[in-house]
């Protein structure tokens, strides 16, 4: 969210770029780092980085093209995120199988830095008019603290309740407690005390807005949990090659790229989106439902098609949602509304991965043989020692049974948001575009391009 906020304040290009060099930076001390704890800070680090380049990515495009071109052009961006997840899985295949995982992050920071320069030379920029005392001042520091340190407490008990340790012990309480707290108190310096909030609380006041957040809340638990776990089924339960795996999971991501395009294309063609967002949670819904049917020997056509559905789903998801909130907003909060549908859609995704750990890890608790039962505590990958026989196929059962409890626990999460739906009226692209909200749009927020003039 508050990348949102910062880009409004300090503007488009200085943040974009911010962020770019934040994640070069941190991906090249990955690969420098020493020992586990070096690693973890730094990924996070280039976490951050990462969200603000998405983020900021969606706004610029916001910007300077129409809301009813924005359809086509949000289309394009999510068949690049789609393309990304295309080549990501036989990138990581290819430096799994050598011990040079640090060559992986070596190769990204040298893509950041020519992002970085790239985006220096060819993006407009317009200054923001406040000094940069004034600007900082600006800055909700107090909503910033308070959800972070939120987020942090609730989601280690989420994760490692039940696995790591007790639900009930005094350490899991207090998490719980301070956690919720903090949530709390981040709504109220949002709505009485911070000058320029990240999330404000007005927003909320739009019912169809609210629909879309949580939509976009249920789109990160679900579709996360499905590429993390999905992974996990195909070389644990089904015992594929990692580059076979790979080949299966692009099933998934083609049809996303594919269908990103054409669903944005579709918008921006008749002006509509509410029966591209039917389509396809309806279609997510019936894919995951097909994926109940998986077992240890489902073959990898059966395993594509249901793959193929979701991914057809996802694409006209993804961005479709976007488009319905900006129509739904005025011109003002549109970095703010994107910031916040993205934050909402990482919170979900870490919230149903934690979920999903948790329910693969109970699984396998209850099936694994006793000599292997250690394998719930990493749930990742299988002893290279497992030889065939009894225990072998004991194992196999196990990872396929909670495998298939993860998809069971996806089916009604995506399920909800299709009836979610029934609370979205498409309004079109015009009347919220036009409409005046009252508000002045933040300085810096340009990009050196008359608001939404262009047309290609």
């Not at 974009?16 to 990955?30: Q, R, Y």
């Not at 068949?79 to 050598?98: D, E, H, Q, S, W």
């Not at 927003?203 to 579709?223: D, Q, R």
């Amino acid at each position: 969210m508050l990348y949102g906020r910062l880009s409004d304040i300090f503007g488009r290009k200085a943040v974009f770029l911010g962020a770019v060099g934040l994640l070069a930076i941190a991906d090249l001390l990955c690969g420098l780092s020493r020992n586990p704890a070096m690693f973890y800070v730094f990924r996070g680090v280039s976490g951050i980085g990462s969200g603000g380049i998405a983020n900021i990515a969606m706004i610029i495009v916001s910007d300077v093209v129409t809301l009813e071109e924005r359809g086509k052009y949000q289309g394009i961006f999510g068949t690049m995120v789609g393309l990304g997840n295309l080549i990501g899985p036989f990138l990581a295949a290819a430096f799994i199988k050598r011990p040079t995982w640090r060559a992986f992050f070596y190769m990204l920071a040298p893509l950041g830095a020519f992002a970085g320069v790239v985006s220096y030379l060819f993006l407009p920029n317009k200054p923001p008019t406040a000094t940069f005392k004034e600007s900082a001042a600006r800055i909700d520091y107090g909503g910033s603290f308070t959800i972070s340190l939120g987020i942090i407490l609730l989601l280690i008990p989420i994760s490692g309740g039940g696995a790591y340790f007790e639900w009930n012990s005094p350490m899991v309480i207090s998490m719980l407690a301070i956690g919720s707290f903090s949530c709390l108190l981040f709504l109220v310096i949002e709505w009485k005390i911070a000058k320029l909030p990240m999330m404000p609380v007005t927003i909320f006041a739009n019912k169809e807005v609210v629909i879309l957040l949580i939509h976009s809340f249920l789109f990160g638990a679900v579709y996360q949990s499905c590429i993390y776990y999905l992974p996990l089924y195909l070389l644990n339960a089904r015992q594929f090659e990692v580059l076979e795996a790979a080949a299966i999971s692009t099933a998934l991501f083609t049809f996303q790229a594919v269908f990103s395009t054409l669903s944005g294309l579709y918008i921006s063609h008749f002006n509509r989106y509410g029966e591209v967002i039917w389509f396809g949670f309806a279609t997510w819904t019936l894919g995951a439902g097909l994926c109940l049917n998986f077992d240890r020997h489902t073959s990898p056509g059966a395993i594509i098609g249901p793959l193929m559905v979701i991914g057809t789903g996802v694409g006209c998801i993804f961005q479709p949602t976007l488009v319905a909130l900006q129509a739904h907003s005025p011109k003002s909060r549109r970095a703010v509304i994107i910031s916040n549908r993205n934050f909402f859609r990482c919170c979900g995704g870490a919230v149903g991965l934690a979920i999903s750990a948790a329910i693969l890890q109970a699984a396998l608790r209850s099936r694994l043989p006793a000599e292997y039962a250690y394998l719930a505590d990493s749930t990742y990958a299988l002893p290279t020692d497992l030889e065939s026989g009894p225990s072998a196929e004991r194992v196999y059962d196990a990872y396929m049974h909670a495998s298939h409890s993860v998809f069971l626990m996806q089916v009604p999460m995506i399920g909800v948001s299709l009836i979610g739906c029934l609370f979205i009226k498409d309004q079109g692209l015009e009347a919220k575009e036009e409409a005046s909200s009252g508000e002045e749009e933040p300085q810096g927020t340009m990009l050196g391009l008359q608001d939404n003039t262009l047309k290609v």
